[in-house]
């Protein structure tokens, strides 16, 4: 027989074993020996880690779960014995013709099928008569349950009875015992489909009856059928349709109708999984605010609820298709096991809700570091559940977890192979919770503005990065360990990384250049993210990236530039601390000088009073004065200063607020950079001109910018 405890031994990976084992693992040595004179220098009885442990122990476990040949034998034994009793029934001499057999089995149905159709009629009309009634025209769940209970439960109950009182009238034969067992499989299938839809139109309330719906259209056929064939199988079994039909026929037939039933239920229970989640979950809204523990645990149940209703249809799958005489052990087994799964899966749920985070004002309260080691143990507490309930479920089914792995060869090795591949899984854990944790809370913004030190550029430069490079370490540690725990030889692996990055580093000098460079760069804070940098090679823009290699700018135009650092020499950064912005004026020279530094201050005060732009400045107007004269007027300069950034506004406001002080200003007036008119004296011997006139004694002459008269 396929017992249930050999499909978990198959789905537990090689976890559970026998003595067999031990001699498997020692070829060549009888178990009683070894267990009686052990040796005195013993040598390691599995080698190459978890991956050998189970290799030397596949032949054991094969030998172990060798699935004979006895049920298939017991099948075919039962086949030929209802191929034997179908053929005596057929040939059996009879007092009766077959037309009188055929005429018993039609006689009956004709009885159930004109009760049941002459109710079925009297029901409805009796319901439609009900319906119209005052007390129920506005009660939708009243006027549903009647029109299952009259035309359907009512009848299926009724006409049964009054079909068995009629067959006994009739003298025992085939066609009776058949007319009897499709009248009580019919009645008890349209009996069990109303009566779920009497339960179900009950709830046919609120938010929950689209659900309602969804189950009273897609279920009354499945749950006929299943009724039908489980009757049909019960009805199949007695004794005295087996003593009419033969032994081995009847239960063949019943196995099949109950395989059959068995598995269309588990159909249907997930078909209708969602609905019946749905019925179950939703609560009036009073209720849910004033009763939030039975919300939570109805809400826990509508996800449980068909998980024992299908490991109790595979029970009884196995149960059917097995010969033997521990059915019942089997059945408790299963039992125990569905109590199991609900207890764990609500220790689960509960441990969930006492570890979940309920706001972020506790986050704030217990400390980054409380909340994520609070996740590791709520992990680890999980993974220590899923111990428990393995051995226990192995326990159940007659195996132990901890018995194999204590008194076993193959279980010590296999044990402590996952033993240390958890330690190591649990320190690399660990270890990146805290530096993650650490990069993390150094990168976030602090909640309250006032007295608190924003994290800078260079931080979050830097520690992203640092974050990537401890990932990549621990993961490639923590890779390596495992393998050589799973008995997989590391040393070609790190020798063979070892030459490939030998051979790397010598054909990619310009990349470790980079790489080195821009270490530096990060390292000596020369630019960090948002920055706005000017370098040698041409290329200006705000930094938007930094990888291990190269540089992303984003210039004015919005294009990006991607730069490796081995091509930067020089970095003009034009966002670190402060800026200034720097005017320059020309003014002529019949212009007032004082009038105009007069005008340049008093656009000053305009823009220290301005309340968008005052934030930009980090002082006042500083004013130099006349700073040189040339040919085309009077310079003068002042400048302010900035933030970092912020001098280009200023600049365009100050701009503009002087312009149109000096156009309103008849003392001050800006120079003029064309060229410009120059007297230059007469000559002494003078020539008179084409037309006889003599020349003036001063002539305009126009001169370039810059030029001077000889």
């Not at 217990?366 to 993974?383: C, D, M, P, Q």
């Not at 040189?628 to 970092?644: E, H, I, P, Y």
């Not at 007469?682 to 037309?691: G, I, L």
Request: net charge positive; with cysteine.
């Amino acid at each position: 027989m396929i017992k249930l405890k050999t499909a978990m031994l198959l789905g537990a990976l090689l976890f559970f074993g026998s003595e067999e084992l031990e001699a498997a693992a020692i070829p060549g040595v009888p178990a009683a020996t070894t267990t009686a004179t052990p040796p005195a220098h013993p040598q390691p009885l599995v080698q190459g880690g978890l991956l050998g442990a189970i290799s030397s122990s596949i032949d054991g476990i094969q030998n172990k779960l060798n699935l004979n040949k006895d049920l298939l034998d017991a099948w075919r034994l039962r086949a030929d014995r209802a191929a034997d009793e179908v053929d005596q029934l057929v040939n059996r001499p009879s007092a009766r013709s077959s037309w009188a057999v055929a005429g018993d089995f039609l006689l009956l149905t004709a009885v159930w099928v004109g009760v049941f159709g002459l109710l079925w009629l009297f029901g409805k009309f009796l319901t439609e008569r009900l319906c119209r009634h005052r007390l129920l025209l506005s009660r939708e769940r009243g006027q549903a349950l009647l029109g299952y209970v009259l035309p359907y439960s009512i009848p299926a109950v009724i006409s049964l009875p009054l079909t068995i009182y009629v067959s006994q009238f009739l003298p025992v034969s085939a066609g009776r015992a058949l007319a009897l067992c499709l009248a009580y499989a019919t009645s008890s299938g349209v009996f069990a489909a109303s009566l779920v839809m009497s339960l179900a139109v009950l709830f046919n309330v609120g938010h929950k009856r689209r659900a309602v719906q969804i189950i009273r259209h897609d279920s009354p056929r499945p749950l006929f059928a299943i009724g039908f064939l489980v009757a049909l199988s019960d009805a199949l079994t007695s004794p005295q349709i087996a003593h009419q039909l033969g032994n081995n026929l009847t239960s063949s037939i019943a196995v099949f109708t109950g395989l059959a039933a068995s598995i269309s239920f588990g159909l249907l229970v997930i078909r209708m999984r969602r609905p019946v989640a749905h019925v179950i979950r939703i609560l009036p809204l009073a209720q849910r605010r004033s009763q939030p523990a039975l919300r939570e645990t109805l809400r826990i149940f509508s996800g449980l609820w068909y998980w024992p209703i299908l490991l109790m249809v595979l029970v009884s799958i196995i149960n059917l298709i097995g010969i033997g005489d521990d059915n019942q052990q089997v059945l408790r087994s299963a039992l125990f096991t569905t109590v199991l799964l609900i207890a764990t899966v609500f220790l689960s749920t509960t441990l969930h809700h006492l570890f979940k985070t309920r706001s972020e004002t506790d986050v704030r309260r217990n400390g980054a570091y409380k909340e994520r080691f609070l996740s590791l143990s709520h992990a680890l507490l999980r993974i220590a559940m899923a111990i428990v309930f393995i051995d226990i479920l192995g326990r159940i089914w007659g195996v132990s977890l901890f018995e194999f792995a204590v008194s076993n060869a193959v279980g010590r090795a296999i044990s402590d192979s996952l033993s240390h591949i958890g330690l190591i899984f649990l320190v690399t854990w660990m270890v990146w919770v805290v530096l993650d944790t650490a990069i993390q809370e150094a990168l976030k913004p602090p909640a309250s503005k006032r007295g608190a030190r924003q994290p800078s550029t260079r931080v979050k430069t830097i520690l992203p990065l640092l974050r990537n490079a401890v990932k990549i370490i621990l993961v490639v540690i923590c890779a390596i360990t495992t393998m050589a725990n799973l008995g997989i030889n590391v040393a070609p692996f790190l020798a063979g990384a070892g030459v490939i990055g030998l051979a790397i580093g010598f054909g990619s000098q310009q990349l470790v250049q980079d790489v080195i460079t821009g270490l530096f760069i990060i390292i000596e804070d020369t630019l960090s993210i948002g920055d706005w940098v000017v370098l040698d090679s041409g290329h200006a823009g705000t930094v938007e990236g930094l990888t291990i290699r190269t540089l992303r700018l984003r210039d004015g135009k919005g294009f990006v530039h991607s730069v490796p650092f081995g091509q930067i020499k020089a970095v003009t950064n034009q966002s670190r601390q402060f800026a200034y912005a720097f005017f320059s004026v020309q003014f002529t020279y019949d212009t007032d000088v004082d009038k105009a530094i007069e005008l340049i201050r008093e656009a000053g005060h305009s823009i220290s009073d301005d309340p968008f732009l005052k934030y930009n400045l980090q002082g006042p107007l500083d004013v130099f004065g006349v700073d040189k004269m040339d040919l085309n007027g009077v310079v003068l300069t002042a400048q302010f200063r900035t933030v970092s950034g912020g001098q280009y506004a200023v600049s365009r406001a100050f701009n503009q607020r002087l312009k149109k002080l000096v156009d309103n200003s008849p003392w001050v007036h800006f120079a003029q950079t064309y060229p410009q008119q120059v007297l230059m004296p007469r000559q002494h011997a003078t020539e008179p001109f084409q037309d006889g006139t003599a020349e003036p004694e001063h002539s305009a002459v126009l001169l370039p910018e810059g030029a001077r008269p000889q």
